[in-house]
């Protein structure tokens, strides 16, 4: 068994914690290591100390919102790191947004687990 | 006199906010909040000046009267009582016109890019300030009572469910305490009982609210007995606690208006000292009465008994309706002609197979134009129409139908087929002759309930209350409120997680409860907003079709409309509905562990 091996680590950032816990067991299940944030102050120390290999991000977050941390992801940290976006319905214009500045992919609620791991796949292997 | 005692209370705002420098925060919402602040002191101190010359004046009307008609020293000792009332009633609502200011921009101040400091400062300011506007709502409170303005009613309801709604709302209170609730309640009480319901839910939220802020750890029992007296049936509640206890020289004075049971009560607790006053005011307008008794380190037990008459279920102004028009019997729609206007493939698929297999004779297109023709060339009974589709509405289509020349096709019943809407969207829709709505995504029994209610000649016109969610909750078979195996299905079968979920569930939609329970008494359509939102997800996770509409009109109407009668109606809809739904999640997640165990 390679235990050492490096599993992929997933930031992920979600206030919904009903979604989270399903959503986190789903992740790790699928063997990545998941950094859960339940506020966007939280991603933002964790990623001033580190950098994982994919970001989740839901939108509309407290303190520091998704659209706050691409910006600041893609124009602080200069990172091409790839971000996905969780929208909730009636959000089009706050994804349009995302895209400009630069996120990667987006998956709206009510969240598919299974199709956000497709994502999540596809976002690393790109 | 009371104003001073407002006045005071704001010196003490003054020194909580005082504890820090507003110009830390170099935000622009800093200084609007100070001057927001400072006009609300302003306008404190300028009402209280003016209370001053106001009695001087209504002092000589006062004598004027007395020259012209004997008055006795009662009448008018209630007269100044009432003055009181009225210029309370004035200040607090002028009062709470700067301290929204407060809260709104202390709000925006703490959407910005705040520091943990910073964050720290502005919630005390919230805090203080949410304190403050419950101070001076339970202040107009007091003087609507006072002055004799509340109105009280007497109507049949169900006692039993205003008891459930007070303690779903008191479990948001404890859920950081370890404290527990429990209740006794005498089987001998009727269902339906003759009198005012929302007093009686005040005065029980009053009183557990209070026990629940005296106690740390503990118990509080609320028991509730029968009384048959000659003149009738009396209800006998206690609500006993575990708490802090009342001194015996202070307890005599427990209702007057703004005492606490110890002067320095409010320091540690919080409070306006009006609380009980309300309550012993309430309990003696529904010609009840109220006594305590307390012993210190002990606990305190309040007694009160209020008279009520026996009622009738059939007189209930909510959900008596529900459930009479379920049809499960397949056989009612056997060969019932159906014309399915749907564009999505997956959906014609869904409910040609549902059709199919009780026996409908099935015209399905995504085509508006040609399903209209179909109604010209074939009988239909009775059309599902989706909203949304591409090219031409399913109004449109709707409004083609109704203008139809033929008298038979005008006629023929329209359900609409939604994913969301709205109660605009109904409106429009009840408008142009659609006659029911099915949300999405829906159940087998649901579709078949709808097609039964709305064929020809069995049409059920429902009257009075013209609400969205009625069509909704009268389809909801008892094990179509929720479906468990679908999110237990993204569990990948793991029971343990999903109780777990249930758990978070049901915390957060007390959470909801008790924050919009103050949302809505603050007017804070924002806070509705973002509650809503937040708990919409779950709602839709588990499925629960009629609690998630409801939820999405609370969403929107908070967002969009703003209308807060509207919202406190949803808000009532949402206590009725949300017991429904837990039980049904517990008995569900209950026969799925059993099934798990079993397998």
């Given amino acids: ?126 | 006199m009371k104003s001073q005692n407002l006045l005071s209370l704001v010196s003490r705002l003054e020194n909580e906010l005082g504890g820090f420098s507003f110009e830390e925060l170099t935000a622009e919402e800093a200084s609007n909040l100070k001057s927001a602040f400072t006009s609300f002191k302003e306008s404190l101190e300028r009402k209280v000046n003016r209370q001053a010359v106001s009695t001087l004046s209504l002092g000589n009307e006062e004598q004027i009267n007395e020259g012209s008609f004997p008055t006795k020293k009662k009448q008018l000792k209630n007269r100044s009582n009432s003055k009181e009332g009225a210029l309370i009633a004035t200040v607090s609502h002028e009062l709470r016109t700067p301290l929204n200011g407060i809260l709104g921009f202390s709000g925006l101040l703490k959407e910005s890019n705040l520091n943990t400091e910073q964050l720290e400062y502005v919630d005390a300011i919230q805090s203080a300030s949410r304190n403050l506007l419950d101070i001076i709502n339970e202040l107009m409170e007091f003087s609507k009572l006072s002055l004799g303005m509340e109105k009280f009613e007497q109507v049949d309801f169900n006692v039993r469910g205003i008891i459930k709604d007070v303690l779903y709302l008191c479990n948001t209170l404890i859920l950081n305490k370890k404290v527990s609730i429990r209740v006794n309640l005498d089987a001998k009480i009727p269902d339906v009982l003759i009198g005012d319901p929302s007093k009686l839910s005040q005065i029980l939220l009053n009183l557990i609210g209070n026990s629940i802020k005296f106690v740390e750890t503990g118990e509080i029992v609320l028991s509730v007995k029968l009384i048959r007296k000659s003149n009738g049936i009396w209800l006998e509640f206690i609500v006993t606690d575990t708490g802090i206890g009342i001194a015996e020289e202070n307890l005599k004075h427990i209702f007057e208006s703004f005492r606490q049971a110890e002067p320095n009560t409010h320091l540690k607790y919080g409070g306006s000292g009006l609380g009980l006053s309300i309550v012993k005011q309430l309990i003696e307008k529904l010609e009840g009465d109220i006594t305590v008794s307390s012993k210190v380190g002990v606990g305190t037990s309040f007694k009160f008994i209020l008279p009520y008459k026996v009622g009738n279920a059939l007189n209930l102004q909510r959900g008596t309706n529900n459930n009479k028009y379920e049809y499960t019997d397949k056989e009612l729609v056997k060969n019932l002609r159906v014309l399915v206007f749907e564009d999505n493939l997956l959906n014609q698929r869904l409910i040609e197979q549902r059709l199919k297999s009780w026996g409908c004779v099935r015209h399905i297109t995504d085509n508006p134009l040609y399903g209209l023709t179909i109604l010209d060339n074939h009988q239909i009974d009775i059309i599902l129409m989706d909203l949304r589709m591409p090219g031409m509405s399913g109004y449109e289509v709707t409004q083609r139908i109704r203008n139809s020349k033929s008298d038979h096709i005008k006629q023929i019943p329209i359900i609409a087929l939604t994913a969301d809407f709205t109660v605009q969207d109904k409106e429009q829709g009840d408008l142009i002759g659609i006659n029911d709505y099915i949300l999405k995504p829906y159940t087998p029994d649901e579709l078949l309930s709808k097609l039964v209610k709305n064929k020809r000649g069995e049409q059920i016109t429902f009257n009075g209350s013209s609400k969205v969610q009625n069509s909704s909750i009268t389809s909801n078979s008892q094990n179509g409120i929720v479906n468990m195996k679908a999110i237990l299905a993204e569990c990948m079968g793991e029971i343990g997680l999903l109780e777990e979920l249930v758990q978070l569930f049901k915390q957060n939609a007390y959470e909801f409860i008790g924050k919009t329970k103050i949302h809505l008494k603050d007017n804070d359509f924002n806070g509705i907003e973002f509650a809503a939102h937040k708990i919409k997800s779950g709602i839709a996770m588990i499925q629960a079709h009629t609690l998630h509409s409801i939820m999405v009109q609370i969403h929107k109407c908070a967002r969009d409309e703003r209308d807060i009668t509207k919202l406190k109606s949803l808000y009532a809809d949402f206590i009725l509905e949300y017991p429904k739904v837990e039980n049904a999640i517990l008995a569900e997640v209950e026969k799925l562990k059993n099934e798990s165990n079993g397998a």
């Fill in chain 1, 1 to 126: 068994m390679k235990v050492t091996e490096h599993r992929r680590r997933i930031l992920f950032a979600e206030d919904d914690d009903l979604l989270a816990s399903l959503l986190n067991f789903r992740m790790e299940r699928s063997g990545y290591n998941v950094i859960h944030a339940k506020n966007g102050k939280i991603v933002k120390e964790y990623l001033s100390k580190s950098m994982p290999d994919v970001i989740v991000s839901d939108i509309m977050m407290p303190y520091f919102s998704g659209i706050e941390l691409i910006d600041y992801v893609r124009n602080v940290l200069k990172s091409s790191i790839p971000i996905i976006m969780i929208s909730s319905a009636g959000n089009e214009e706050n994804v349009l947004n995302a895209f400009k500045l630069g996120a990667n992919d987006f998956i709206s609620k009510p969240v598919s687990p299974s199709e956000l791991l497709v994502r999540i796949g596809k976002a690393l292997n790109n």
